[in-house]
């Protein structure tokens, strides 16, 4: 089955020891995302590829860096992670030439910042 | 979240229906979404319904929606406890291609009770 994979699905890091979260894809949709969701809070966006395009949200901190290497596969950096980057980190794509732009989730990857 | 709105709690009995709502605030959004998430898992697109329609029907869920008042609702039939979830309705918004986002609610909490 087509899907959306994140690796790993629970991530425990120190403070300040950069972390790096997997996403891949296989779909073949041309833009990936990252988002970020606390605890009872909506997903925020940090970040998303069109392509190759990189998009930058203006409220992202520069502590988090993005990659994408191929179609198929994403990776979000956290250089320098703190206490308060603990949270669930979801990766969705989607297809704008579906036309109705609706975004297919991973399912997540929790990191802990000890 | 600010500009899609949702009432944060919903208690229903097993086999009633649950109806969710949800209110947003720009009128040139082409589609509304609803997602579903399970306690530590990634979003599910439920459905989605494009901003011509009034309404949208797939086997449980029926999508309503009031252009001229913004107002969008999620009717879930004979609710089951497989479906108490955090529900998010989120507008698509943007240019076409790279630029399109979605804008997400807080998300409502649905408890279903035996």
């Known amino acids: 089955d087509a899907m959306v994979i994140q690796n790993p699905r629970y991530q425990v890091t120190q403070f300040g020891k950069p972390v790096t979260l997997s996403c891949s894809q296989t779909?073949?949709?041309?833009?990936m995302y990252w988002y970020q969701q606390k605890s009872s809070q909506a997903p925020k966006l940090l970040f998303h590829?069109?392509?190759?395009?990189?998009?930058n949200e203006a409220d992202t901190p520069d502590n988090f860096q993005s990659r994408r290497p191929n179609t198929s596969f994403c990776f979000l950096d956290i250089r320098s992670p703190g206490l308060g980057d603990a949270a669930m980190y979801l990766c969705a794509t989607s297809s704008p030439g579906a036309g109705s732009y609706e975004q297919y989730f991973g399912p997540g990857t929790r990191l802990t910042v000890t | 979240g600010e500009d899609v709105e949702q009432s944060l709690f919903l208690s229903v009995r097993e086999g009633d229906s649950s109806v969710i709502n949800c209110t947003y605030t720009d009128s040139s959004s082409t589609y509304l979404y609803w997602y579903k998430q399970e306690p530590g898992a990634g979003l599910q697109l439920l459905t989605y319904?494009?901003?011509n329609m009034d309404m949208k029907q797939d086997q449980r869920l029926t999508v309503l929606l009031n252009k001229k008042d913004k107002h969008l609702s999620l009717r879930i039939a004979d609710t089951q406890t497989g479906d108490s979830a955090i529900y998010f309705c989120a507008e698509s918004r943007g240019n076409a291609g790279n630029n399109r986002k979605l804008i997400w609610g807080l998300g409502t909490s649905l408890a279903v009770n035996p």
């Open positions: 590829y069109y392509d190759k395009d990189f998009n």
């Open positions: 319904i494009f901003s």
């Open positions: 779909l073949n949709h041309n833009v």
